[in-house]
């Protein structure tokens, strides 16, 4: 052990990482690791477990592309959910940023209104969701309405900080110029704050998908959550796992395709 | 509340202005909770409705719940499988993040495998936990111990990834052992990020549980929920709901107080 330490005065921690271990880089043991979990899988789900449990990978694979060349399938149950998951996220990107805008603006309102907005997430929303059948009924409106205040939040947090991020010089600045408050917010506090709120709308969508999939999932009568739910119910497990392998799918599109279009924006990535 | 930027909260006044002080800080949130209790109140009255409840209706069928010696089992249930949940994803979170965190290369190799799985709404895979625990507590805990685990596991992982490399040029022109350096510069400068991460793990935990009580369970505070949707008892939905906010919010103040500790010790 001496003699290979010895041999670089540098200890390890301090080196830097090797750019590939035994000849791999490290999107390559990505893959590696990843194809290893899903052969497991599906040597487990062929060989080992019941097939009540889980099924073959590739059968999830297989039943997931026919669902998707199903009409039925397509619009009440995928068309439906993306719908709502659509209006959530604009109504939740477009209160949270108007309602951080109001506390920023209004120092009062701000010290009234923060508390609540920091144990916001500590408190599972969801507990209001039977509240909101019980209004609205099981159609689309309480699932649209919840997720939209589940996903106000975290959009309102960061809009937040980001408004009160900007440098004092910046608004001397400002001050000088005799900026008008339009002027002020297009020029100023809009582009200073622009990397928070960009964080914020990634989180927004993400947080959004998550409510109204789990509001279907658990009271709804329609949608891809209700799907995957129902096929749970009746031991329809190739369908259950197809309808997750969906989700998948659909989440991690969402999640890379919204970082790919608002870094853009993100300055201060540049 | 308790997260007032230091320039506010640090300079020490006579204790008048102080009590000046925390009026300004105490009583805007506290009128915004007694404006939002009116306006329940108002509304319920305006609405008259059968299935719409005011607060003293809520909370009377609360205390006639808790009175219920099933009610408080199932509360207790609840309260249990939360704490073994988050305990566990907590410990198990840190350490695994903090291993991973100290090899570079496999944790860029591992990570963005967390990130993909972290970004799928959890709730979906609930059923593959009924499937491999059955349905019951196992599932129940084991479901809400993943919702916590991997955002902590990614927060200590993150952390420990990102030790100032000023630190580390120090401890080795020392000669710092491995274990030492771990336990004297990499623990202290990971702690406040972890403090942050069970602060917020807490209530996806909560969350979590809930969740799952709510989809399948024959106990717990979720059940309860959705017990009374099926029987439309909207003021006993209402007192279950104050009752998750109250149970709710000490832990998160606690967790914030041990944040801001942590941080003023450790952090930056």
């Known amino acids: ?270 | 509340m308790a997260t007032l930027p230091p320039t506010i909260a640090a300079p020490a006044v006579a204790p008048r202005r102080r009590g000046v002080h925390t009026a300004r800080r105490v009583v805007p949130p506290l009128v915004v909770a007694v404006l939002a209790v009116v306006i329940w109140w108002v509304s319920a009255v305006v609405a008259d409705s059968l299935i719409f409840p005011t607060p003293l209706e809520a909370m009377r069928s609360l205390v006639a719940d808790l009175g219920n010696p099933d009610f408080r089992a199932n509360v207790l249930d609840s309260l249990r499988i939360l704490v073994l949940a988050f305990l566990g994803s907590t410990i198990v979170g840190s350490l695994l993040g903090l291993a991973l965190g100290l090899t570079p290369f496999w944790a860029r190799t591992v990570v963005p495998i967390f990130y993909a799985i972290n970004s799928i709404p959890k709730i979906v895979l609930y059923p593959i936990f009924l499937s491999f625990l059955g349905i019951g507590e196992l599932s129940r805990a084991g479901f809400a111990f993943y919702a916590a685990f991997i955002p902590m596991f990614l927060v200590a992982v993150e952390s420990t990834a990102s030790v100032q490399r000023i630190h580390l040029k120090m401890a080795a022109s020392l000669q710092v052992s491995w274990p030492r350096l771990v336990r004297q510069i990499v623990v202290p400068s990971v702690l406040p990020s972890l403090a942050t991460g069970m602060r917020m793990t807490f209530g996806l935990a909560f969350l979590g549980l809930l969740l799952a009580e709510m989809f399948s369970a024959s106990s717990g505070i979720g059940y309860e929920l959705l017990r009374n949707v099926s029987l439309i008892r909207m003021e006993n939905i209402m007192g279950t709901v104050v009752l998750i906010l109250v149970m709710a919010l000490p832990p998160t103040m606690a967790l914030q107080w041990l944040e801001n500790r942590v941080t003023s010790k450790y952090g930056g």
Do not use: C
């Open chain 1, 1 to 270: 052990m001496s003699t290979t330490e010895r041999s670089s005065v540098v200890p390890g921690y301090l080196r830097p990482a090797p750019a590939t271990s035994l000849g791999l880089p490290a999107w390559g043991w990505t893959v590696v690791i990843l194809v290893a979990a899903l052969v497991a899988v599906d040597i487990a789900a062929r060989f080992f477990a019941s097939p009540l449990d889980i099924v073959p990978v590739s059968d999830m694979f297989f039943t997931a592309l026919r669902l998707l060349t199903d009409t039925d399938f397509l619009v009440d149950a995928l068309g439906r959910t993306l719908g709502i998951i659509v209006v959530a996220f604009v109504l939740s990107s477009v209160t949270g940023v108007a309602a951080a805008y109001v506390l920023w603006r209004f120092e009062l309102w701000d010290r009234a209104f923060q508390p609540y907005l920091n144990v916001y997430y500590a408190v599972p929303t969801f507990a209001l969701y039977p509240i909101m059948v019980v209004l609205f009924g099981a159609g689309v409106a309480p699932i649209a309405i919840l997720s939209t205040i589940f996903a106000f939040g975290v959009v309102a947090l960061n809009a937040r900080t980001g408004f009160n991020a900007v440098s004092p010089i910046v608004t001397k600045l400002g001050t000088t110029l005799m900026l008008s408050r339009w002027q002020y917010f297009r020029s100023i506090l809009l582009p200073y704050a622009l990397p928070n709120i960009v964080t914020g709308l990634k989180l927004g969508l993400s947080y959004a998908i998550i409510s109204v999939l789990a509001s279907e999932f658990i009271l709804s009568t329609q949608g891809l959550g209700h799907f995957i739910s129902i096929a749970y119910d009746s031991f329809d497990i190739a369908d259950m796992y197809a309808g997750i392998l969906v989700v998948a799918a659909i989440a991690l599109i969402a999640t890379f395709g919204i970082s790919a279009a608002l870094n853009r924006f993100d300055w201060r990535r540049r």
